[in-house]
């Protein structure tokens, strides 16, 4: 087994143990970035596209309990399945593709050093470069995975959207034809007796198809491509940190490979936050985007592509909207980012042990054979 092939399974290994650990944060931080709000003085036709807020929006910890109270653990964890399914994939895709490309920079660099040029080691550009690459293929790979994933997250609030919606129909009819009150109400218990019907990948997957055909599962491709600078940035900031932190060590007389479990994970948490602070408004975009259009409530907050939604979020909401749910994502991303970088190594770690035992068998079988004739 090459080292790509060790990472990639190792990438794909922590990625899914992370996702399962910060699967509720994630489940309510798309919520968040999904919410249209609209901005404090606006007037005329524009104040009626979106609902005002009336009270501040309640934290995260606060919309966890709520979702507890009202959907259960499912909904916490609503797309799970899509979700570690994708995780493993982009993870295994992305972590095979990163190494294959960094062993090919390194033995460039290497080139270069007995030519005379540069001392041996990549640079931070190329390792952006790289990671580039690899980010690229992963996206263009596995986005209708996430566009399901967004689907399920979202699908009760898209829900509660369109109920709305029937009920503000239902009282306008009311007005318009002077129902009695037993009447309204009986009309809105009716309403509020349909049970939702089951939602799951396949329904998900029939949504998205129906709406938009083909096309619809690479959703928010556009600002995911941009994005890949996220994962750019973050193994740029890992990589040249790993390097100088190996550095320090091995002028210590530690060794090169001894960087332990703390320190990968606090290595990790650094590059995950420089990496989400930086490319967070297009994740919001993006999820936008993946989402039912219906939790915009009304049809002209409902998005056609990358650029309108970037124009209406602007004009409606303001660019606080870019930033909705960021401290979630924070927490989220940086603890996720931490484990998976943790548990990569030292699967790696270990996987390296196993094979240097393995080669050491084999050559002593070889040896005794040899002895033996």
Known sequence: MSNAVANGLAGAGGGIIAQIITYPLQTVNTRQQTERV?????????KKALPAQTRPA?????????????????????GLKPSLFGTAASQGVYYYFYQVFKNRAEAIAAARKKKGRGDGTVGMFSWLVVAAIAGSLNVLLTIPIWVLVTRMQTHTQAERKIMEGKKEALLAEALERGWEESTLHDKLTELESVKPRPYGTLQAAQEVHREAGVAG???GIIPTLIM????SIQFMIYETSLKHLRAKHSASKRGLKN????????????????????????LVVKSRLQAKQEIGGNV?????GTFDAIIKMIRYEGVQAFYKGMSTKIVQSVF???VLFMIKEELVKAYMLLADKGQKVLLDLSKRSLTKI
Do not use: H, M
Request: proline content about 3%.
């Open 38 to 46: 609209a901005k404090k003085g606006l007037g005329g036709a524009d």
């Open 58 to 78: 309640a934290g995260t910890l606060l919309q966890i309990l709520q979702v507890l109270k009202t959907e259960g653990w499912g909904g916490l964890y609503s």
């Open 217 to 219: 599962f690479w959703k």
């Open 228 to 231: 890949v600078c996220n994962p």
């Open 259 to 282: 960087v332990n479990a703390l320190e990968v994970f606090l290595l990790g948490a650094l590059a995950k936050l420089g990496a989400t602070v930086s490319t967070y408004p297009l």
């Open 300 to 304: 002209s907050l409902r998005y056609t």
């Open 336 to 338: 996720a980012a931490s």
